[in-house]
T-cell receptor, first 114, second 119 residues
Framework: AQSVTQLGSHVSVSEGALVLLRCNYSSSVPPYLFWYVQYPNQGLQLLLK??????LVKGINGFEAEFKKSETSFHLTKPSAHMSDAAEYFC????????????FGTGTRLKVLA | GAGVSQSPRYKVAKRGQDVALRCDPISGHVSLFWYQQALGQGPEFLTYFQNEAQLDKSGLPSDRFFAERPEGSVSTLKIQRTQQEDSAVYLCASSLALASGGISYNEQFFGPGTRLTVL
């Protein structure tokens, strides 16, 4: 079975500060991991994904995440927050192929303070 | 556009009405998924199709929910006798999901969703 835990349903950071959104997963098989962003009344937009290979993954809008197997974590970071980063962020896990469902976390709402 | 499209974007139904939600996946995508996203929650899996075959419907919350994909492309999620607890955003996703030349395509592409409100 697979599961995802996102610590912190709400995170606030000042503009220009580091963004850190936490994601821990549980998986009995090698996981594929994703971060999605969702703006109000919009669908899910893929930020980045880890499948195999390099454990530090760079995504769009300056975000990156590191897959740490020993810690079963896939935290999302961005060195400097921008006002436009305010949104809901979801971490998801799945098995290797595209034939498996995604298991999503409950989401973290990021607020960026001016 | 080449993305996943869903219609309608918004649907208001009176309790007890039947609704049908449509998903147009990316052309050529074999796999199609439906998810339900309640307010303030992450998406939760409902059902999965590979071409026209419904291979997994373990996430459908009750027998009032029914999904089909008769020709292996467009899919419809139908909810009969809607209840207030059915109010949610229904997301559709598709993936190529074929192993070709040793490469497996696993990314799901999501549509914008249909927001269903049951009064």
């Amino acid at each position: 079975a697979q599961s995802v835990t996102q610590l912190g349903s709400h995170v606030s950071v000042s503009e220009g500060a580091l963004v850190l959104l936490r994601c821990n997963y549980s998986s009995s098989v090698p996981p594929y991991l994703f971060w999605y962003v969702q703006y109000p009344n919009q669908g899910l937009q893929l930020l980045l994904k880890y499948t195999t290979g390099a454990t530090l993954v760079k995504g769009i809008n300056g975000f990156e995440a590191e897959f740490k197997k020993s810690e079963t974590s896939f935290h999302l970071t961005k060195p400097s927050a921008h006002m436009s980063d305010a949104a809901e962020y979801f971490c998801a896990v799945t098995r290797g192929s595209g034939t498996y469902k995604y298991i999503f976390g409950t989401g973290t709402r990021l607020k960026v303070l001016a | 556009g080449a993305g996943v499209s869903q219609s309608p974007r918004y649907k208001v139904a009176k309790r007890g009405q039947d609704v049908a939600l449509r998903c147009d996946p990316i052309s050529g995508h074999v796999s199609l998924f439906w998810y339900q996203q309640a307010l303030g929650q992450g998406p939760e899996f409902l059902t999965y199709f590979q071409n026209e075959a419904q291979l997994d419907k373990s996430g459908l919350p009750s027998d009032r929910f029914f999904a089909e994909r008769p020709e292996g492309s467009v899919s419809t999620l139908k909810i009969q006798r809607t209840q207030q607890e059915d109010s949610a955003v229904y997301l559709c996703a598709s993936s190529l999901a074929l192993a070709s030349g040793g490469i497996s395509y696993n990314e799901q592409f999501f549509g914008p969703g249909t927001r269903l409100t049951v009064l």
